[in-house]
């Protein structure tokens, strides 16, 4: 059974920095490219970031571009998302997923950006 948890969400004020964790398990991570999500109240769930197994390489949405940055521990099987200069905008649930639809995710972290 996969299984993904996301932690590390919290309060922040603008401008500040968070990294959240993703901790998986059931399939096998290392040979899985793994994104984030996020989404906000009354809004649609917005990709955030990708991790490409194969590749290495990582992928953001504008929005973040600069200011987020992914990484992943294959050995840990656990996926990260630095959240740096954070904005107002940036408030919302985080998920991480093993789809690029953000179908099959965990239950997500809060993160709430305000002064």
């Known amino acids: 059974e996969v299984q993904l948890v996301e932690s590390g969400g919290k309060w922040v004020q603008p401008g500040g920095s968070l990294r959240l964790t993703c901790t998986t398990s059931?399939?096998?991570?290392?040979?899985?490219?793994m994104f984030w999500f996020r989404q906000a109240p009354g809004k649609e769930l917005e990709w955030v970031a990708t991790?490409?197994?194969?590749?290495?390489?990582?992928y953001y949405a504008d929005s973040v571009k600069g200011r987020f940055t992914i990484s992943r521990d294959n050995a840990k099987s656990t996926l990260y998302l630095q959240l740096d200069s954070l904005k107002p905008d940036d408030t919302a649930l985080y998920h991480c997923?093993?789809?690029?639809?953000?179908?099959?995710r965990g239950q997500g972290t809060q993160v709430t950006v305000s002064a």
């Open positions: 997923s093993t789809d690029f639809r953000g179908r099959q």
């Open positions: 059931g399939f096998d991570f290392s040979d899985s490219t």
């Open positions: 991790s490409n197994s194969a590749s290495g390489n990582a």
